[in-house]
């Protein structure tokens, strides 16, 4: 018997899996989805430059709130709290950590990448390679724990991408325009409420602990919302990822003067 098919508690099977389906190709996409992200991310990040459209507005997403000194004029809506540090501590670094935290240590995201990046298992009743399982009781996967309080760093996030959205409505007289931008920022925003208000935490929180609906019907009639959301969490993690990545470029194309932002209104 290969080592991933033995162990006390498993049955006496040679194979390291009977499936004869293409049980490996969730796992690839897994992969290379998470992969082309990161690696979007890390060079935007440190990019620096073509995060900010004055003239409509527009901030990208993987630089709001921009909290440096080294904000382009105009982009700083909340202030400037941090020094320029340089080209190896750029804007997005005070925030990133924050968004990322929340991601990487949710239940989906934790599925996700045990599967694709550390096989552990890659697929139901497909043995995995590891010889021992500890869980998620040591360091550092016992950081997964603080979820909860990536949570709560995760809502004023999005209420400031959720006003960037609102200021995005600017037209070029100074009054009320919409842009495909506009569109672009006021999609992303929706999709990144829904997968964060869809967390497991957010579920348990509005009505998790709850003994008694009946003498809670607010909170049930909340809890109940948030569980319909809850069971779309997996679409939503996928579409909220893709969407922020997509209305990142399309405020860089604009930018950089790659792209006209092409106006509905005003």
């Given at each position: 018997m290969t080592a991933p098919t033995q162990g006390p508690g498993r049955a006496r099977i040679h194979a390291r899996t009977l499936r004869t389906d293409r049980w490996w190709l969730p796992p690839l996409l897994t992969f290379l989805g998470l992969s082309a992200f990161v690696i979007y991310g890390v060079i935007r990040a440190f990019m620096n430059q073509w995060y900010w459209v004055g003239e409509y507005q527009y901030l990208a997403p993987f630089y709001s709130p921009c909290l440096s000194e080294a904000c382009v004029p105009g982009s700083s809506h909340w202030g400037r709290w941090f020094p320029d540090l340089g080209f190896l501590v750029t804007p997005p670094l005070f925030v990133l950590p924050f968004v990322l935290g929340f991601r990487l240590t949710c239940y989906y995201y934790r599925k996700a990448y045990y599967r694709a990046f550390w096989?552990?298992?890659?697929?139901?009743?497909?043995?995995?390679?590891?010889?021992r399982y500890t869980g998620e009781r040591r360091f550092p996967l016992i950081l997964q724990n603080a979820h909860r309080y990536f949570f709560y760093a995760a809502i004023p996030i999005a209420a400031v991408l959720t006003y960037d959205v609102v200021i995005a409505f600017h037209g070029r007289d100074g009054g009320f325009g919409i842009g495909l931008g506009t569109l672009v920022l006021l999609a992303n925003v929706v999709l990144i409420w829904a997968y964060t208000l869809s967390c497991h935490s957010c579920r348990h929180?509005?009505?998790?602990?709850?003994t008694h609906f009946s003498r809670h019907?607010?909170?049930?009639?909340?809890?109940t919302r948030i569980s319909w959301l809850n069971a779309r969490h997996m679409p939503l993690a996928w579409l909220s990822l893709f969407s922020v990545a997509l209305a990142?470029?399309?405020?860089?194309?604009?930018a950089s003067g790659a792209l006209a932002d092409p106006r509905l209104f005003n």
């Open positions: 096989l552990s298992p890659p697929a139901c009743a497909v043995a995995e390679p590891h010889r929180i509005v009505g998790g602990r709850l019907p607010v909170r049930y009639w909340m809890w990142d470029l399309y405020v860089m194309l604009v």
